[in-house]
């Protein structure tokens, strides 16, 4: 690396009496008789050289073994990055999640040791690289305007050169080489993680339209799932509510997270029923979804005297008294409604699934 002057360098290079096979950092001072001029092209407003002490050669500069062990040392963690990176795409496959609370365990720990290792390897590769085999000479870089003179612009190729040259990136191929594909691999383990988010061997848009909801299933409480019959719901109060059978389900929780509905009775008079609506609530008792239209939030307070329900996320407001119409906020679609009715025991049941897709409104722009 060159210097704004050349006492620093030029003085460890003679004092320690070295030629230039000596070690990959320290380069004589008549190396560098004609790039005096530093790092940048040096501009009449630059400042004085603060007169940093010479630089010490390292182990690695001044011992050709150490140099090569050095190089072994930095490809080998390279390598062990890779490794750690393939340990965790293994992992991930061969200790998959089910319902048994061990098996997260297990992905979870092999895969974290395996990102462990990857980033480790990567990390310690490289400042071990920096820290014994690049150069460690310390230069000026002058400070001047953002868009150089064509003079700069040569030089800045010539500084990549010498850059290139120094750390030997281009020379070190063995380095060059594990560390890019440490780098290739480190991100694949991100790669399976996002896809096990989505469901498996199923398409999601599908399994998204539809809940659990059909006709005559019963509106059960959440969590208990003891069925409410309509004399239960007084005016002004509000349930949590989920479909009959759902805490049966293996796939309770993401069935729970399409058909969670909330359950109110308002005084018949005070709900505007749009036409075709008008034998979807009971006497006042109207079900809508519990999954706000903006991004997804449970839907879960309900205001008893305005007869509005706000989601806790962003502050959107649905007034049920208008088929839960938003009122404010950023969602941008009602909640949908569950048409329901009694069963011959009086207990609620829905008379259908919901007739359009609960949760986000990008349902709209599909
Ligand atoms: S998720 Fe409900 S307002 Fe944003």
Redesign the pocket.
Known sequence: MAHDDSSGKDIAATSSGLDAGAGTAVVPASAHAEADGGLAVITTDGFENPGHPPTRPRVTDIDPKKARHAQRAVYTLFYISIAGSIFALAAYMAFPINDDLNSVRLNTVFLGIGITLALFGIGLGAVHWAKSLMSEEEGEDIRHPVRGTDETRLRAVQIFDEANKESGFGRRTLIRNSLIGALVAFPLPAVILFRGLAPEYSNPAALLETTMWKTGTRLTLDPSGLPVKAADVTIGSAFHIIPEGLNDQPDRLEQKAKAAVLLMRINPADLNVSPGRETWNYDGIVAYSKI??????P?ALFEQQTHHLL??????TFDVNNECQVIF???KRPLPQLPITVDSEGYLVAQSDFTEPVG?SFWERS
Do not use: I, L
């Open positions: 706000c239209t903006h991004v997804g939030c839907v989601c806790p996320c962003h502050q959107s906020g950023p969602a986000p």
